[in-house]
C-alpha cells in the first residue's frame, strides 16, 4: 500500500470519520478526433458546482450504507444511471487532503474505477445531461479527459492544468499509469508543459486582476 494509503477496513474503522465514495468511468474506443488522432479511452470526469473537476460520487454514511450502494445511489443523483458498483472496483482510499499541513482531515475518500462498454458511457452522458437530478445544479457538466497531446501543445496538458478538487488530479494520473492508458513519458512530457501553462495562467490572473482594480478604482 502507498505512504498515506488506508486499508479498507482501517478505513472503514476510523471513528468519527466522514466518508466521500467517487469513480472513474472509462471504456475503449476507436474514435478518432479529426479523422486521425485515435482518442484511445473515454474518461468521464464533472464539473462541479465548485467550479472544480472532480469524479462523479459524493458522501456515503456506512452505518446506514455499504460504500458501494452509496456510491450508486450518488451516481443516480449526479448522473441519472444507478451504475452497480462492487467491492472489486475499489481501488484505494486515503484521508482527504487537510486544510493546514499538522491537521489530519476526518473525511475519507474511497476510489473506484469501472470498466464499461462505449456505448454504456454514451448512454451515461445522454442521461446526466437529461434526467439526472444534480444537473445545472450539483453538476455543471460532464467532460472527457483529452489523453492525446497535439502538436501545438493541445489536449492533455491544458486538461491537467485546471483546478481539481482535493486529489482527483493525482487519481486520475495514477489510474492512468496502472491502467496503462499512456506512456509514462508521454504523460511525464504532458505533466511538464502543465507546469508551463500554470506559470502563463497566473500572469494572465494577475492581468486580469490588475484590470479589475483599475475598474474598482474607477467607480
Ligand atoms: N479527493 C479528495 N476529496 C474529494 C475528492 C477527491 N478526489 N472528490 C471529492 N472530494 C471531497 C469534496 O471536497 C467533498 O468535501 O469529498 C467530499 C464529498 O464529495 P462531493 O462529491 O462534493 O459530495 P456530494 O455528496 O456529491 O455533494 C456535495 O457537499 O460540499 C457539500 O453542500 C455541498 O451539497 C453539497 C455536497
Ligand atoms: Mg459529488
Not at 27 to 54: E, N, Y
Not at 95 to 114: D, G, N, Q
Not at 125 to 139: I, M
Amino acid at each position: 500500500m502507498a505512504s498515506g494509503q488506508l486499508s479498507r477496513a482501517g478505513a472503514l474503522a476510523c471513528s468519527g470519520c466522514r466518508h466521500a465514495c467517487h469513480v472513474m468511468l472509462y471504456c475503449d474506443t476507436k474514435t478518432q478526433l479529426f479523422g486521425r488522432i485515435p482518442i484511445r479511452h473515454i474518461i468521464l470526469m464533472q464539473m462541479r458546482f465548485d467550479g472544480l473537476l472532480g469524479f462523479p460520487g459524493g458522501y456515503v454514511n456506512p452505518s446506514e450504507e455499504t460504500l458501494e450502494a452509496g456510491l450508486s445511489r450518488e451516481l443516480l443523483e449526479e448522473l441519472g444511471v444507478a451504475l452497480p458498483i462492487s467491492a472489486e472496483d475499489h481501488v484505494d482510499c486515503c484521508h482527504a487532503p487537510a486544510s493546514s499541513p499538522s491537521s489530519t482531515s476526518r473525511l475519507i475518500t474511497h476510489f473506484y474505477v469501472k470498466k464499461m462498454e462505449e456505448e454504456q458511457i454514451k448512454e451515461v452522458e445522454k442521461e446526466a445531461a437529461s434526467t439526472a437530478t444534480d444537473h445545472g445544479q450539483e453538476v455543471l457538466g460532464m467532460v472527457r479527459v483529452p489523453l492525446y497531446n497535439t502538436k501545438n501543445g493541445g489536449g492533455l496538458a491544458p486538461f491537467l492544468s485546471h483546478s481539481f478538487i482535493g486529489n482527483a488530479r493525482s487519481q486520475l494520473v495514477d489510474s492512468l499509469l496502472r491502467l496503462d492508458m499512456i506512456a509514462p513519458e508521454e504523460l511525464h512530457k504532458a505533466l511538464a508543459h502543465s507546469l508551463k501553462i500554470h506559470t502563463h495562467t497566473a500572469e494572465d490572473l494577475q492581468a486580469a486582476l490588475t484590470r479589475t482594480e483599475a475598474k474598482r478604482n474607477w467607480f
